[in-house]
Every structure is written in structure tokens, then in C-alpha cells.
């Protein structure tokens, strides 16, 4: 039996904080942000611990990434909201409307490797795979709605889950349906 390496990578949440931001203002008092106007909309605000970065619009809206969990990711944001109150900006009190957008994670099946041109016909549906195109086989997963990348070296990439649960879910879901259909090359049973 395969014991999956499950390692989240990034974490993105958004966060709406029911009012604007005066981006300018933020300048002034972090001259550290990164905010041109002209490319792109939003300041990049990045913080050592947690090590992440939040995009902060105008509009009140925050992105951040970067983070290896959930919690991270919301502790960022209200470390952020901190910080901008502690330097003078205007932050209503309150907590912001908080939701996780889209986990990825990186999974290593070990010693193994997977029988992608089998997989495909086993799996059937939600399945791509163009081997002239990309290495690896697609795979839209629709309980828990996540989307796969498979590689033949036993290394897959999760990602699409909205809660770090659903990402353990789904790769025990595609790990048991791989050993159950001898799709794992290597592995002594």
C-alpha cells in the first residue's frame, strides 16, 4: 500500500473588508509595497511571518498567497489588516469576509510509477492527456472537485480544493483507485 507525500504548496485566500483603500496612503506608509497603477491595480503587501503576499485593491478586496495552510492564510490577512491600522490607514473594525479560493499540493507516491495510457482508459472520465503537448494526464475530479496533474514518475500535482481536507480526500480517492487497478508500476504487493 502506497503512503502518499502530501505537501501543501500555496494557499490563496480573498478576503472583503466592506469598505475602500486608499492605496496611496498605504504607500506613504510602507514604502516597501510594490503599487504601479499603470500594470496592475492592486498593491502587493508582503509579509515576512507568514511568509506571504497580499494583493490589496482599492475596492477593499485583499488576495492572499503564499501560505502553506488555511489558518496561514487567514492569519496573514488579519496581520495585514494590523499593520494598516497600526500605521494610520483606515480598517473597520471587525472581522473581514474571509474564504480560501484554491489550495495546491504537491503529492509523492514514492517508489512507484503510474501507467498513465492505462489510467486514462481506467479513469474514462475527466480525463486529458496529450503526451506532445505536456507530460502528464489531466484529471478533473468531480468528489472532491479537484483537478489532477499525473505524472508517470508517481508524482502528482493537486489542485482546485477550497478546504486542506478535501485535498487528503482526493488523494486518497485516486490512490486507491490506482492500486485497485494495478495503474502502479513498482509496487511489491
Known sequence: MVQPKVTIQNVVASARFNQGFDLNAIVKA??????????????????????????????????????????????????????????????????????????????????????????????????????????????RMEDPQVVFLIFNTGKLVCVGAKREEDVYRAVEKLVAFLEQNDLLVGMVR
Open 30 to 139: 510602507f514604502p516597501n509595497v510594490e503599487y504601479r497603477p499603470e500594470v496592475f491595480p492592486g498593491l502587493a503587501f508582503k509579509l515576512r511571518k507568514p511568509k506571504s503576499c497580499a494583493l490589496i485593491f482599492s475596492t477593499g478586496k485583499m488576495v492572499c498567497t503564499g501560505t502553506k495552510s488555511e489558518r496561514e492564510a487567514r492569519k496573514a490577512i488579519l496581520k495585514v489588516a494590523r499593520e494598516l491600522k497600526k500605521a494610520g490607514i483606515m480598517v473597520r473594525s471587525g472581522k473581514p469576509d474571509i474564504a480560501i479560493q484554491n489550495i495546491v499540493a504537491s503529492v509523492d507516491l514514492g517508489e512507484v510509477s503510474i501507467d498513465l495510457e492505462e489510467a486514462i482508459y481506467k479513469l474514462k472520465k475527466g480525463v486529458m492527456y496529450e503526451p506532445e503537448q505536456f507530460p502528464g494526464t489531466i484529471y
